[in-house]
């Protein structure tokens, strides 16, 4: 079973860059599909980024599609979302999620899931 801790949120100007980083605390994320959701106040929880557990293969909100970027280590330890331009839309608590073997865009195909790591972008 795997353990997930997020670090990186903060609190950046729009057109800023942020990376967000999610370890597997007590395993790696070897065989796991891994995502990152994200939910904003008043919100529901909304797909982000995903990464197939081959790590051959993501995709992404359309939201965010050509700005963010999710990728894995080679040591399968930690998992990344770089994010890039920024705006006050993408204010949320981001969440890194992952499953053994499949992956998905619903929040309720995930098993495992971190505390969660706030972004406040500011106009």
């Known amino acids: 079973q795997v353990q997930l801790v997020e670090s990186g949120g903060g609190v950046v100007q729009a057109g800023a860059s942020l990376r967000l980083s999610c370890v597997a605390s007590g395993g790696t994320f070897s065989g796991y599909a891994v995502a990152w959701f994200r939910q904003a106040p008043g919100k529901e929880r909304e797909f982000v980024a995903a990464?197939?557990?081959?790590?051959?293969?993501?995709y992404y909100a359309n939201s965010v599609d050509g700005r963010f970027t999710i990728s894995r280590d080679n040591a399968n330890i930690t998992v990344y979302l770089q994010m890039v331009s920024l705006n006050a839309e993408d204010t949320a608590v981001y969440y890194c999620?992952?499953?053994?073997?499949?992956?998905?865009?619903?929040?309720?195909?995930?098993?495992?899931w971190g505390q969660g790591a706030q972004v406040t972008v500011s106009s």
């Open positions: 999620a992952a499953d053994k073997d499949r992956s998905g865009t619903a929040p309720s195909w995930y098993d495992y």
């Open positions: 990464l197939t557990s081959s790590a051959t293969s993501s």
